[in-house]
């Protein structure tokens, strides 16, 4: 019995101190203003150190120089709302307000801006800046692209193209005068085809150096390098082969296009001087014809502009004359020695249109024998060659051998 009696007493006693705590609970509650028991606590102050300090300017005006670059902030209030601010401190910025002021070197207030209560007072220190502010002008510059690197073998890097025409670099106008050029960057180092980027772009001096606290808009630009193998603008010959029916000769072949344009690799195409369409065979042709003509490949991997090209062949009356005097001459001769030929020209009969032989003449033909392997003190029965107009074929030649000596 003395044991339950026991908690019995200690339960009397539990009521009582819960009364006591009620009573003082309901005190601190209702003596606080608006029932806030926050109110009540401490209150503190504390300092967030080392802010940076942002000058927000007119639009027509920008910061050059600014002092001090960091103010502190003291933060004044209960504990409960002061350590709340401690802890979301991240957002809070510190503004010098240059809005309402020109160029020229101002004294301004600086003022604390995204707070994340209000229910404390912010002192930033110190309370003023001074700002130098300078008149914010704009110049629209073409941008130049720099290009690094070499690209596969055998490519062709042809001019960058820029997804903008201009950079506005804007900014103070002692610095913006500085500003030669809005440059970019790109590397193609071991490219196989064309390159697209968006790279940043940079305003530069007369020195190369990049000109600071200017802007460029737009900061990035979209950048295509085209890599391609290389064109060639290559001619296009037509030949004929055959004779025209009846007394009838080819006077004239016309190709169209006259060039085309042909992509390969350069050590290909470099040295196309022209392309030779496929023969044309003539035989039984009784006038003028126009045909299509494919373009052959001039080798592995070429792309053409064009697969075919129209050929024209003309026809017209055909003669034949006889022209004496056609004067001959030696090639292949070697310095040191004579030569000596029993002739000195020759006749030869050819055929061709008539009104091209009406007017040819014994200077619009040559006779040559080519000399390249006498030796000194030789004596050689060498054929004489005939060069010739052309559409012009030769049919007879009245000294077809010449009788020639070396000697030194």
């Known amino acids: 019995m003395k044991k339950r009696g026991s908690w019995l007493e200690y339960n009397n006693f539990v ?6 705590m009620g009573v003082a609970l309901w005190i601190i509650v209702n003596s606080s203003p608006n029932g806030q028991v926050s109110s009540g606590l401490a209150n503190t102050t504390q300092v967030l150190r080392n802010v940076p300090l942002e000058v927000v300017t007119s639009p027509n005006t ?3 120089t600014q002092s001090p670059a960091r103010v502190n902030i003291s933060i004044t209030g209960n504990i409960l709302d002061v350590a709340t601010v401690q802890a979301e401190s991240s957002g809070i910025r510190a503004v010098a307000n240059a809005l309402s002021v020109g160029p020229g070197t101002h004294q301004v207030s600086v003022i604390v801006e995204n707070v994340p209560t209000s229910s404390v007072n912010y002192a930033p220190q110190p309370s003023s800046a001074v ?18 690197g070499a690209v596969m073998s055998g490519l062709t890097v042809y001019k960058p193209i820029t997804s ?14 500085q500003v030669t050029g809005v440059t970019a960057r790109m590397d193609i180092a071991g490219s196989g085809q064309s390159v697209t980027r968006i790279v940043p772009v940079l305003p530069i001096g007369k020195d190369g150096k990049v000109i600071p606290d200017v802007t460029c808009t737009p ?24 004779t025209p029916a ?13 060039h085309i344009m042909v992509q390969g690799a350069s050590q290909s195409v470099d040295g196309l001087a022209n392309i030779v369409l496929p023969p044309i065979n003539v035989s039984k042709w009784t006038g003028t014809k126009t045909i299509r003509v494919p373009i052959p490949t001039p080798f592995p991997g070429a792309r053409l502009s064009t ?52 007017v040819l003449q014994p200077s619009d033909l040559e006779g040559y024998i080519n000399v390249s392997g006498l030796k000194p003190g030789s004596r050689a029965k060498l054929p004489v060659s005939v060069s010739l107009p052309r559409f012009v074929s030769l049919q007879t030649m009245a000294q077809p051998f010449v009788i020639v000596k070396t000697g030194k």
């Open 15 to 20: 009521r009582l101190l819960s009364l006591v």
């Open 62 to 64: 920008v910061a050059v």
């Open 131 to 148: 700002v130098d502010l300078q008149a914010k002008v704009g110049v629209s510059i073409k941008p130049q692209i720099h290009v690094v």
């Open 164 to 177: 903008v025409a201009r950079v506005l670099v804007s900014g103070p106008d002692t610095l913006v005068r």
């Open 219 to 242: 900061a990035t630009i979209m950048v295509t390098i085209p890599i391609r193998n290389p064109v060639h603008r290559v001619r296009l010959a037509a030949t004929t082969i055959g």
């Open 246 to 258: 009846g007394a009838n000769a080819v006077s004239a072949i016309s190709v169209s296009p006259a």
């Open 307 to 358: 697969p075919e090209a129209q050929v024209t062949v003309t026809l017209a009356p055909r003669g034949t004359i006889t022209v004496a005097g056609v004067p001959i001459v030696f090639i292949g001769k070697k310095a040191g020695l004579t030569y000596t030929a029993n002739v000195s020209g020759t006749a030869i009969t050819v055929t061709g249109p008539a009104q091209q032989l009406s």
